[in-house]
């Protein structure tokens, strides 16, 4: 039994079609590489917190109270679906008069994909440098991030979509485990952000605001993305929320 993918945002809800003709909605991202059957990981229960490794949150609370602002360079924007929260970092990368670096994590794996990438590409200012990566997250801003640069990172839930394609891939009964490269790559940006130089505006989508996923993988998705969101705007100097355009302050101002 296989899925074919259909929709592939990570703020939105997608669509998932069966091998047996049904059909199912989930907020996990799909693309081509995790778009398979998940039967099972239908005993994933993250609601209780059974399912999941929750040791790297609980481990990154704990750390993050000794924190100060002085490590804390970065600006985590986030928000829904078409909320504008791509528009505002690029309206605040183009505030800052910095040379501006666009690190993006999707991958054109279709023709509704590199559409998407391409309203995104229109959308910038020529002058702007890209650089695509999938994965390999906290190794590129450790090289992009530097004094004197802006660097946008759009977008942190689709990186995680591509670290969670494995998920699918977990062999039964290892429903409790995540992908190994996850753990590694989420663990590397954590340690990366206060070392970070330069202007970093990180962008991720909030999907948590809407209805439960049907899917286990798509409430194993939108847990992780939550996890994730969480840890990241507790290493960051400042936290945005955009909904219908319009920002609201989380954490250290406007």
């Known amino acids: 039994m296989r899925f074919a993918s259909t929709y592939r945002c990570g703020g939105s809800t997608g669509i998932a079609e069966g091998g047996f003709g049904s059909r199912s909605r989930t907020c996990f991202p799909f693309n081509p590489r995790a778009g398979i059957a998940v039967g099972h990981l239908l005993h994933v229960a993250p609601e209780t917190g059974r399912g999941a490794d929750n040791s790297a949150f609980r481990n ?4 993050k109270k000794t924190r100060n602002s002085k490590d804390m360079p970065a600006h985590f ?12 970092a690029e309206s605040l990368a183009v505030a800052s008069g910095l ?21 995104h590409q229109d959308d910038r200012p020529s002058g702007w440098r ?10 590129t801003l450790a090289r992009e991030a530097t004094e004197g640069r802006c660097v946008i990172v759009d977008c942190l839930t689709l990186w995680l979509s591509n670290l969670m394609a494995d998920a699918c891939n977990l062999a039964e009964p290892a429903v409790a485990g995540l992908p ?18 330069g202007e ?21 998705f939108r847990d992780e993305a939550g996890r994730l969101n969480q840890m990241v705007a507790a ?5 945005t929320f955009v909904a219908a355009g319009l920002p609201l302050a989380l954490k250290g101002g406007a």
Do not use: W, Y
């Open 60 to 63: 990154f609370a704990q750390r």
């Open 130 to 139: 890209t650089v695509e990566t999938p994965v390999a997250l906290a190794a």
């Open 235 to 239: 290493a960051c100097e400042r936290v």
């Open 77 to 88: 924007i986030l928000g829904g679906a078409r909320s504008g929260k791509s528009s505002h």
């Open 99 to 119: 040379p501006v670096t666009v690190i993006a994590t999707a991958e054109a794996l279709d023709d509704e994909m590199k559409a998407r990438i391409r309203r």
């Open 200 to 220: 970093v505006l990180l962008v991720a989508n909030e999907v948590g605001l809407g209805l439960v996923p049907d899917t286990a993988l798509g409430r194993l």
């Open 180 to 197: 190994p490269a996850l753990h590694a790559e989420r663990a590397a940006l954590l340690k990366t952000l206060p070392t970070l130089r």
